[in-house]
Nanobody, 124 residues
Framework: QAQLVESGGGLVQTGDSLRLSCAAS????????MAWFRQAPGKEREFVAA????????YYADSVKGRFTISRDNVKNTVFLQMNSLKPEDTASYYC?????????????????WGQGTQVTVSS
């Protein structure tokens, strides 16, 4: 089982930037698809972004496309989420997840392991 630890959340103002990190431990995490999801109070969890292993293809939710960038460092087994031009509607707990295979799925149920989450709050 992969252990995932998120960091980098915080309280920012509209238009600010944050960079989330997710450190993964466990065997062959560099071979996993890694993703970010988020969940706001009273709302369902939603897909934010994913990056595939090896070829590093990136996928984004329409709501964050052009503002967020996902990347990974396979040497450090870490995935990042650079979030720019933050909006109040980006306020949520952000979760890192891994799927132990190559996938482009946006369904949370297809991911195998999850982190504990990091809170992002964007004030207006």
């Amino acid at each position: 089982q992969a252990q995932l630890v998120e960091s980098g959340g915080g309280l920012v103002q509209t238009g600010d930037s944050l960079r989330l990190s997710c450190a993964a431990s466990g065997p062959t995490t560099s071979a996993y698809t890694m993703a970010w999801f988020r969940q706001a109070p009273g709302k369902e969890r939603e897909f934010v972004a994913a990056i595939t292993p090896l070829d590093g293809r990136e996928y984004y939710a329409d709501s964050v496309k052009g503002r967020f960038t996902i990347s990974r460092d396979n040497v450090k087994n870490t995935v990042f989420l650079q979030m720019n031009s933050l909006k109040p509607e980006d306020t949520a707990s952000y979760y890192c997840a891994v799927a132990k295979y190559y996938t482009t799925t946006r369904w949370g149920s297809d991911y195998d392991d999850w982190g504990q989450g990091t809170q992002v709050t964007v004030s207006s």
